[in-house]
Nanobody
Framework: VQLQASGGGLVQSGGSLRLSCVSS????????MGWYRQAPGKQRELVAR???????DYADSVRSRFTISGDSAKNTVSLQMNSLKPEDTAVYFC??????????WGQGTLVTVSS
């Protein structure tokens, strides 16, 4: 499975960014897609995920600021990030999980929020 993410960059505190990811090559249908992030010196953490049925889940720290959306027919997922804070600075990883539970990861895209 190949996951191609795009949309990271540098933004000022309070600004917005949109991340996008497309999955291809899976032998099985996908069950969910989403985003994790990893800040320097910290563990990778879930940011948001969405199932093919449209059920979403968010980390408490982003719940009111980020919105995840997906197109199960096209195997794409996007993350609209508003009101960004310096603590959102991290490498963001797109992931996809197929129906037999096997996860795949994208290469990561850097989001930097300056204060």
């Amino acid at each position: 499975v190949q996951l191609q993410a795009s949309g990271g960059g540098l933004v000022q505190s309070g600004g917005s960014l949109r991340l996008s990811c497309v999955s291809s090559g899976s032998a099985y249908s996908l069950n969910s897609m989403g985003w994790y992030r990893q800040a320097p010196g910290k563990q990778r953490e879930l940011v948001a995920r969405i199932t093919t049925g449209g059920v979403t889940d968010y980390a408490d720290s982003v719940r009111s600021r980020f919105t995840i959306s997906g197109d199960s027919a096209k195997n794409t997922v996007s993350l609209q990030m508003n009101s960004l804070k310096p603590e959102d600075t991290a490498v963001y990883f797109c992931y996809a999980r197929n129906l037999i539970g096997v996860p795949s990861w994208g290469q990561g895209t850097l989001v930097t929020v300056s204060s």
